[in-house]
């Protein structure tokens, strides 16, 4: 499921909204201290208030917020496992009897709590429902409308979310003109932030795809094994922030851990063009670099004394893998802004990757400085900043 798919569900995530029907809502609530479900309740979610419907929508449309492969990942489920959770979402998406659905969320739910301990009760809603896209734009010229033919998604969703304590307020009573404090005991449900995720299906090229589920992660690059292993039986991932340490370490062991920015420069902007070609071609697989790719993006970047065999070597010494793919958009920066942060004991910089070039580190006079390369005059604090000569010419000693 790429980025666009994601976008596209999340923002139906409204109410009110044709082109998505939620039928109905299952929520679970879970106590800490036992690691038992306390209560559980089944709804129409169309009988709920508008309200209600407001905060689930916005706490499902979180669920789908985020960068892929940081916060959202596309899970592969893994096969022959026993009390499948594949088969378990895959029943429960072709039931129509509520009970029946119901039935198999909770065998879900029992997985959640299996030798698994709460720091704080948690209440686990699942939701079942229907996503329709339609099929082509709409035509200015006709009368013909987008909507005429669609395809059509069902779905599951489900959300975890933690709980707190009410906040302890004092408040001011009109009728009777006096301070009361207000002290409530029931636990206020966070659905600002959920903790844990997932929608099933995934969708590929406007199809449902079965063999694979989108996993949400509370903040990004923090994953819970526990959930994505032992719940879901996914198979093992890797974050962006993986994806990159592991680049950069095949890339020392290649060219060594020093490099000059002009060279970083150019490794960047070599793999930002294969990402624009490889979007150029339209399809919707990701880009990917294995060791090959990877030799010709640092021979391209003018990196020395590169060969087959030893970057080959390098994916086999860092992730134990020659035929590993590395995700190109994990690896870069983000291009065009200024994601690259240079921090010194003077100052912290932050620049594009695509402008790395115009920095340099260099010897002046004896000391390490930094050097930015600037179009124009730097105003600082109103004051234009006046140019000044990196050298000086030496005195003629007096005769």
Sequence with gaps: MNKKDIANIRKQFKVNNDLLKVNDIFNVYIMKESSEIYHQQTSSFELLEDEQKELFMSNFKKVLTGQLDQKLFDLKFQRDVENSSQLILHQGLLSDDTEEWTGHMLRLVEKMLHEKQYEMDIVVTFIRGEYMKPMKRRNEETEQSERDAVYSHPFILCSMN????????????YIEKEFKYNFVVDPVINLKAPISGFLFPTIRDHAADVNHVLYSAGKANELNYHFIEDVLNASDIM?????????????????GDQMNTATLSNVYDEIHRVIEEHEEDETDDVSKLD?????????????????????????KTVIDDENYELKAENIVPKYTSKSIKIQTKVADIKVSPQDLRYVRQVHLNGKLCLMIEVEENTVIEGFEMIPEALFEKAKNDDV
């Excluded at 974050?239 to 060219?255: C, H, L, W």
């Design 162 to 173: 933690r709980t707190q304590d009410p906040k302890k307020e004092l408040l001011f009573d």
């Design 291 to 315: 060791y090959r790719d990877v030799e010709q993006v640092l021979k391209h970047s003018g990196i020395e004394d590169v060969d087959t065999e030893k970057v080959e070597k390098a994916f």
């Design 239 to 255: 974050t962006a922030e993986e994806d990159k340490f592991v680049f950069e370490e095949i890339v020392k062991n290649v060219a």
